[in-house]
């Protein structure tokens, strides 16, 4: 088949991303819910916040806002993990991050699947956090056994998908036929299932061991935990989300609220009870849960090391972990501590705090070829004819991964696994290497600042 009669997959992504928010809006009512108040807030935002819009219309991010969502799965296996890779290429998302769990009480190690390039991520930024289970740290050899038993028996993949899958890998593209066809069989894998793949008392074994067990193991797939919207102001949301019915947990994650947001913050609400159809009993089953972030500035080395330092200080003063009884508190002192950290975008550019994105202004353009224009960077910008602006963060965070696994799991979750970051038995498993992502935002960084030297006709280093 001629390449050109392939659909692109930004095209297969976006149509999946808009597939499995409608499955999740039938799944789970409230997430419908929820989006209603980010739109209304994000409306809301937009409208008595000129400076925040144009920032949006200046990055291109105005056009991708609605459709912005990251989902999240737990699988069980290296076959799995490995499968799944597979699946997400096929939408032209790649590994990026590794991220340790172990050290937070969660037995899991986990990457995001996403876009990688600018403009894929400007059609579609739909990302998955995928965690794979670490049974191998479960001290307890016959449960460990029941598990994996468990595990090798299931098939998280319909027939047709893995045909579709290898099919792509083979020819190099699907038809819009095929890619259809892909989307709505793929959507099978982070369907929910009422059904259980075990007894309520294998059940209750592997919840006793740890509830995260229970949710990868005892049924029939991964199913997709929660589907993230993004909001322009999570504090609104905070505020917002009881009115509508829905308790947010205690914190916000991440950092402060700022003029200038980075990184990403998030909220969530409990997870649902839900009814689970045991092989020998009914029961019940809490896994799916909502969530919802802002995202701010992708943080360079150095803006990250600032960031991870202030956010440790601020936990030790807390003294404990953030909770219902100490949230104000923990409010304060992050305010505190994060004071530290310039609110501006200017002074986060001079000391190389964060990526930006550069673009050549009217002014600049109109200008294009003048003896007497600057020629470097900074002068540039001083003269007008360079507008910057942050280049957004598309990752995740551990520490609020982390808190947002222990808010959905319940608090009695706690367990002590030590710190066992395992960068290559994951790589392993996945079949591939994990990408740097502070490398793709300094990539993403220089195409802009190419881009901009090129349309203004000189030259920058
Ligand atoms: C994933 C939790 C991490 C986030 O947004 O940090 C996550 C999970 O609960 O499976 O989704
Ligand atoms: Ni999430």
């Known amino acids: 088949m001629p390449a050109h009669d392939f659909v692109s997959p930004d095209s297969i992504r976006a149509q999946f991303s808009a597939a499995m928010s409608l499955m999740y809006k039938q799944e789970v009512p409230l997430y419908g819910t929820l989006l209603a108040l980010v739109s209304e807030i994000n409306q809301q935002v937009m409208a008595q916040q000129p400076e925040v819009a144009q920032a949006l219309r200046w990055t291109g991010e105005v ?3 609605d459709q912005e969502r990251h989902g999240a799965i737990r699988v069980g296996t290296a076959e799995e993990l490995a499968t799944i890779a597979r699946l997400f290429a096929v939408m032209g998302m790649e590994p990026v991050g590794y991220y340790d769990l ?3 009480g969660v037995p899991v190690h986990s990457t995001a699947f996403r876009a990688v390039h600018e403009q894929a991520l400007h059609i579609s930024p739909f990302r998955v956090f995928t965690s794979l289970l670490r049974l191998e740290l479960i001290d307890n050899p016959p449960l460990r056994a029941l598990a994996q038993d468990i ?3 299931r098939q998280i993949f319909t027939p047709r998908v893995l045909e579709l899958i290898a099919q792509r890998e083979r020819d190099g593209g699907l038809n819009a036929a095929d890619a259809e066809t892909f989307v709505q069989e793929a959507l099978h894998t982070f369907r929910w299932h009422q059904q259980a793949t075990v007894t309520a008392e294998q059940y209750q074994q592997l919840h006793d061991q740890h509830r995260l067990i229970a949710d990868v193991v005892a049924f029939k797939g991964p199913h997709i935990n929660h589907l993230t919207p993004r ?4 504090d609104a949301i905070q505020v917002g989300m009881p009115a509508k019915g829905i308790p947010p947990k205690a914190v916000v994650e991440g950092p402060p609220t700022r003029r200038h947001p980075i990184l990403l913050r998030q909220t969530s609400f409990k997870a649902l009870q839900e009814k689970v159809a045991f092989s020998d009993a009914q029961g019940s089953h809490t896994a799916r849960f909502g969530e919802i972030e802002q995202r701010g500035a992708a943080l360079t080395p150095k803006g990250r090391a600032l960031y991870d330092r202030l956010l440790d200080a601020t936990r030790a003063a807390l003294n404990g972990v953030p909770a219902e009884t100490n949230a104000e508190h923990y409010k304060t002192l992050l305010a505190q501590h994060f004071a530290e950290f310039p609110d501006d975008l200017t002074l986060m550019r001079e000391q190389g705090l964060a990526y930006f994105r550069y673009f050549a202004t009217e002014k600049g353009l109109a200008e294009r070829g003048r003896q007497d224009r ?24 551990p520490v609020s991964a982390a808190g947002i696994f222990q808010s959905n799991l319940g608090d009695d979750a706690q367990a002590d696994y030590g710190s066992n970051a395992n960068r290559d038995a994951f790589e392993a498993a996945l079949g591939l290497k994990v990408q740097d992502e502070l490398a793709l935002y300094a990539q993403s960084e220089r195409r802009s600042l190419q881009a901009c030297a090129q349309a203004l006709g000189v030259t920058l280093a």
Not at 376 to 389: C, K, M, N, P
């Open 63 to 65: 056009e991708r806002l």
């Open 102 to 104: 172990s050290s937070a």
């Open 151 to 153: 595990l090798a028996k």
């Open 231 to 234: 909001t322009l102001d999570i």
């Open 374 to 397: 600057p020629s470097t960077l900074q002068g540039l910008i001083d003269a007008g004819h360079v507008h910057f602006e942050a280049l957004v963060y598309e990752d995740f965070l």
